[in-house]
């Protein structure tokens, strides 16, 4: 008679455990579900982000990062103006002091590399050009600025009193370097001018080969509104 019981206690607990096995995996199969469907409005609405921003990036001007960053960098750069005026300080030399001498030299030598000459482009070019190669080539010689300043005096700072016209006097180093850099330009002035046809049967206006070039650019530039003046004169019908 136990045995029996046993025996139906055990078969109830087996339905009981089949029947609850069947909603616990409905349960986990209804939350997997909704997770995934958590996850899938998630994924929709960051796709619908960045479509949005993608499409405002694709409407933007095409340097517009680059403006960005100039803009940012400007403000920053107020910023720190403003800082250090407010502290009373140099803002240049603050600035410097930020500078590391790797990156001096980094930009020093994409100065090196640069080439300012792109050609002629005008005599007032042509000539700074000159001054800053001339300028670049001056090495400072110490003990003649103290000699000099020493024979000088007070008028080397000269003011509106000072009468130093006419004292000075180069030395032979002085003129011989001089001397040097003037032949190196005429050398230099001879490789780019290329000799001219000469015709015999051209009229002789000019009194050297210095006014001859004079001559014929002005005859380029005026020669049209010229022409008939200068046929009266040579018929000697001028009025």
Known sequence: MASCI????????????????????????????????FKRNEARKLNHQEVVEEDKRLKLPTNWEAKKARLE?????????????DKGEDY????????????AERWERKKRKKNPDT????????????????????????????????DCGEDFHPTSNSLIHGTHVPTKDGIDRMVEDVEKQIEKRAKYSRRRAYNDDADIDYINERNAKFNKKAERFYGKYTAEIKQNLERGTAV
């Not at 009981?16 to 909603?23: K, V």
């Not at 960098?73 to 005026?85: F, Q, R």
Request: with cysteine; net charge negative; proline share 2%.
């Open 92 to 103: 240049h030399r603050v600035k410097l002091l930020d500078i590391t001498a790797e990156d």
């Open 6 to 37: 046993e025996e139906s206690t055990t078969a109830t607990e087996e339905e009981e455990q089949n029947e609850t096995h069947p909603s616990e995996k409905r349960e986990s199969r209804l939350r997997k579900f909704r997770e995934l469907h």
């Open 119 to 150: 050609g002629f482009a005008g005599y007032a070019e042509a000539q700074f050009r000159q001054y800053q190669r001339l300028t670049r080539q001056i090495r400072p010689d110490m003990e003649s600025y103290e000699k000099q300043r020493e």
């Open 73 to 85: 960098w400007e403000l920053a750069e107020d910023e720190k103006k403003k800082e250090c005026a």
